[in-house]
């Protein structure tokens, strides 16, 4: 990301996007896309980890 990182007055043949696609299990399905991330961080557009979890389905079968 950082390495595709565009300069102003520069055209470049490689751009960085992200597309964040959410709400996939309602009506509303939304999504955003950011282009150039590496300029916008700090500026308005944050990366932080998110914590999941993993839940072991009851039909799946185990092996002891």
Known sequence: MHDMKLTDGQSSATVYIILRVFNLDTDRIDMRLYVDPAR????GLEFTPESYSVVLSSSIQTVD
């Open 40 to 43: 916008m961080q700090g500026k």
